[in-house]
């Protein structure tokens, strides 16, 4: 069974940084694709933020480009988010997501962006 475990989250003052961390159990090297997830406050969906596809490339969400920075490191197992001049807008649960023949979710990391 894949578990997928965050962290990195917290408060953090208008143009700050995080880096949120996604550890796999059994690591990532199988999987298809990898990406940051979150669901906009008040809301019931989850929108992608960034993703790793097939062949390494990334693809952001528009909002984001330029601030944030998606990863993997195959021998941690581990994918990253770095998040740079943060906004209130960014403020919500990040969910870390990766697919084989199925999808994958961590049960969410909080990210706050207030002063």
């Known amino acids: 069974q894949v578990q997928l475990v965050e962290s990195g989250g917290g408060l953090v003052q208008p143009g700050g940084s995080l880096r949120l961390s996604c550890v796999a159990s059994?690591?990532?090297?199988?999987?298809?694709?990898l990406a940051w997830y979150r669901q906009p406050l008040g809301t019931n969906q989850r929108d992608a933020v960034a993703?790793?596809?097939?062949?390494?490339?990334?693809i952001y969400r528009e909002s984001v480009k330029g601030r944030f920075t998606i990863s993997a490191d195959n021998a941690k197992g581990t994918l990253y988010l770095q998040m740079n001049d943060l906004k209130p807008e960014d403020s919500t649960v990040y969910y870390c997501?990766?697919?084989?023949?199925?999808?994958?979710w961590g049960q969410g990391t909080q990210v706050t962006v207030s002063s």
């Open positions: 997501v990766m697919w084989d023949e199925r999808d994958y």
């Open positions: 059994g690591g990532i090297s199988n999987f298809g694709a």
């Open positions: 993703t790793i596809v097939s062949g390494g490339r990334a």
